[in-house]
């Protein structure tokens, strides 16, 4: 797992049933491009976020194949609908293998 | 003998006006900021007394800002420097050192207990008899209560607990104090403000007292001030402590520069925190 | 120097192969648009594309994008060594299919956003960001 990675989502706490709903989210992560070279001249090997999804109660929202033209600290902002009470899950695919994920729940004003 | 600074300028205005047409979009000097719909902050203000007689009004670094890196920091979501304000806010809450206490142990919560402090630093410590920076007070914190071992002074642990403790101070007028003991330092910090250095023979000055508002290359020249420090910058993806942009900025004067944490630049963080005196603290910032 | 013939040709054919440079990288890219749409035809309209007209700092640059009825959308900077940026999939929960990130830009160059229809269509828009090289990049 790199090191120092830390997801932000921000998602309402409440919706009505079948509102639009704005969720940001943003990951700390070098994404390092793998076009870079280090001081002795040899190339950084890529490290990226390299997939990034959406679900809610287990219905796609939203799945991005993510490039290293992707900025550090990858950024989403996207609408998605809340038919009823339930909990987004928010997954971050990196090279190396690991998997962040983070929730959140919503409850029917 | 050195390169005519105005000349040097006006060169790069002249490419920079080349390059970027008629320069639309480059930054919205009126701008009002408002954080997250409830914080007004202060961005431009009647310059502090001691400046009188050189400038009218102060700016903040905010100002110069195009539309979109003003954009990220109205609201804390879109502004990426909070990531590093909960990485800090992890480590405040966890026990470091041989006496195994964290910084939540005796301050609580840093919302409640660290407002204000930004706003006051670099201060004058009577006790130690020495000016402190906000990151001196830290490492202070760390050796004498926690027995833990001191930060580097502009490590990413640092300049994320220093934005940890800023964000409590956001919207309250910088009111740093230099009389007193403190006032030869800030003389020193003075001196070092108006000092030529470098093959390019350039003091701060000369940069963001005589060309604040003008382009060099295509970058919109701010005033210099601190109110937003640490930023977080387009450019490397990361918070950036004054210290830092010190040294970055007598680089590109072509000079060796002074080292973060040095007695040189804790002065001129004194001197340069006071010209600030009146705008907003808007930490963690954004900026190119 | 003594200026020969053969020099003088081969000073040319440098100059040339320099200034098809950009040629070439818009090669990479079409190749990119290719693969997503399977080479089919692309239209135009239906798609919004917003990006600054000028980028402060090249390293985050914020790109949206939003195509009502869209299936999924794929971006790409025409400039960059590799040019695929995003291609987002839109699930039946997602409220629009649109999609708002920050991007990394080489330098000033066309950007590229192509959606893919839900009747299996296509459609692109362009954007040109000037990229700014700073004064005192720090």
Not at chain 3, 58 to 68: C, I, R
Request: charged share 20%.
């Amino acid at each position: 797992m790199a090191k120092g990675v830390k997801p932000r989502v921000k998602v309402p706490k409440t919706a009505a049933a079948g509102e639009a709903i704005t969720i940001k989210t943003l990951i700390s992560h070098k994404m390092e491009s793998g076009q870079r070279k280090d001081s002795d001249g040899n190339l950084i090997p890529r490290s990226i976020i390299n997939r990034f999804t959406t679900s809610f109660n287990g219905q796609e929202v939203l799945d991005v194949v993510v490039e290293p033209a992707v900025s550090t600290n990858p950024y989403f902002e996207f609408e998605a609908l809340v038919p009823e009470a339930g909990e987004f899950t928010f997954t971050w695919y990196d090279d190396d293998g690991s998997v962040y994920e983070a929730k959140k729940a919503v409850a029917i004003a | 003998m050195g390169i005519s600074l105005r000349g040097t300028l006006g060169l790069a205005s002249a490419v920079a006006a080349l390059t970027l047409g008629t320069g639309t979009a480059i930054a919205d000097e009126e701008a009002e900021l408002v954080v997250n719909e409830e914080i007004e902050m202060v961005v431009r203000a009647e310059a502090p007394d001691h400046l009188a007689d050189t400038l009218d009004t102060i700016y903040s670094g905010w100002v110069f800002r195009s539309d979109e890196t003003q954009a990220l920091q109205a609201d804390d979501f879109d502004n990426p420097g909070f990531v590093f304000v909960d990485v800090a806010m992890d480590a405040w809450n966890a026990a470091d050192g041989a006496a195994g206490k964290s910084c939540a142990d005796c301050h609580n919560d840093p919302m409640d207990s660290m407002v204000g402090v930004r706003a006051v630093y670099p201060k004058w410590n009577d006790e130690a008899g020495e000016l402190r920076t906000l990151e001196m007070q830290i490492n202070a914190c760390r050796t004498g209560q926690m027995e833990a071992e001191e930060w580097k002074y502009d490590g990413s642990d640092m300049v994320n607990m220093t934005a940890l403790i800023s964000v409590p101070s956001r919207g309250l007028p910088v009111n740093v104090a230099y009389d007193g003991p403190a006032q030869e330092y800030w003389e020193m910090g003075k001196e070092l403000y108006y000092t030529r250095t470098g093959q390019l023979e350039l003091a701060c000055a000369n940069c963001h007292e005589d060309h604040y508002g003008d382009m060099i290359r295509a970058d919109h020249l701010s005033q210099g001030q601190i109110n937003g420090f640490p930023v977080y910058r387009l450019k490397n993806a990361k918070l950036n402590s004054a210290h830092a942009r010190f040294k970055g900025c007598i680089r590109d004067t072509r000079a060796h520069t002074y080292k973060p944490g040095s007695a040189e630049f804790v002065a001129l963080e004194l001197y340069v925190a006071t010209r600030g005196n009146g705008l907003s603290v808007e930490a963690p910032s954004v900026r190119n | 120097m003594n200026m020969t013939r053969r020099t003088a040709l081969a000073l040319g054919a440098g100059a040339l192969a320099v200034t098809l440079l950009p040629l070439s990288a818009h090669a990479a890219a079409d190749d990119a648009i290719a693969t997503f749409t399977g080479g089919a035809e692309i239209g135009e309209g239906g798609l919004t594309l917003t990006t600054p007209e000028i980028a402060e700092n090249g390293n985050t640059v914020p790109v949206s994008v939003d195509a009502p009825g869209a299936v999924a959308i794929a971006v790409f900077a025409t400039g960059n060594p590799t040019p695929e940026v995003i291609t987002a999939k839109f699930g039946p929960l997602a409220a629009a299919q649109s999609v708002a990130t920050r991007i990394r830009l080489a330098g000033t160059q066309d950007v590229v956003a192509v959606a893919q229809m839900a009747d299996g269509s296509f459609v692109r828009a362009a954007n040109t960001v000037k990229v700014t090289i700073g004064g005192c990049g720090g």
